[in-house]
Nanobody
Framework: QVQLVESGGGLVQAGGSLRLSCAASGRTFNMGWFRQAAGKEREFVAAIDWERSTYYAVSVKGRFTISRDDAKNTVYLQMNSLKPEDTAIYYC?????????????????WGQGTQVTVSS
């Protein structure tokens, strides 16, 4: 069992930046970030696999960067040029083996989420 704890959310003005962190209680392999806005379905944001290949949703590509520090069992999501439509609860997730980067059902563990609010 791996526990995931997100941090770094908050309130920021449009155009600003935030860095989210996801600390895992143990070794992780494939990691992803998802988000869910009020009244909407959960959606994929970014993922990084055990070989450090990265994947992004079209809506965030060029603005968000996912990275990992395996020595700290931590994954980061650097979010720049934030827009009001980025407002959501952001969740990190971990997949032990084969996974589909954008399919949340293929991830094994989830964090509790951290709120990101972007004001216009």
């Amino acid at each position: 069992q791996v526990q995931l704890v997100e941090s770094g959310g908050g309130l920021v003005q449009a155009g600003g930046s935030l860095r989210l962190s996801c600390a895992a209680s143990g070794r992780t392999f494939n990691m992803g970030w998802f988000r869910q806005a009020a009244g909407k379905e959960r959606e994929f944001v970014a993922a990084i696999d055990w070989e450090r290949s990265t994947y992004y949703a079209v809506s965030v590509k060029g603005r968000f960067t996912i990275s990992r520090d395996d020595a700290k069992n931590t994954v980061y999501l650097q979010m720049n040029s934030l827009k009001p439509e980025d407002t959501a609860i952001y969740y990190c997730a971990s997949a032990r083996s084969r996974f589909s980067v954008g399919d949340g059902s293929t991830y094994d563990y989830w964090g509790q989420g951290t709120q990101v609010t972007v004001s216009s």
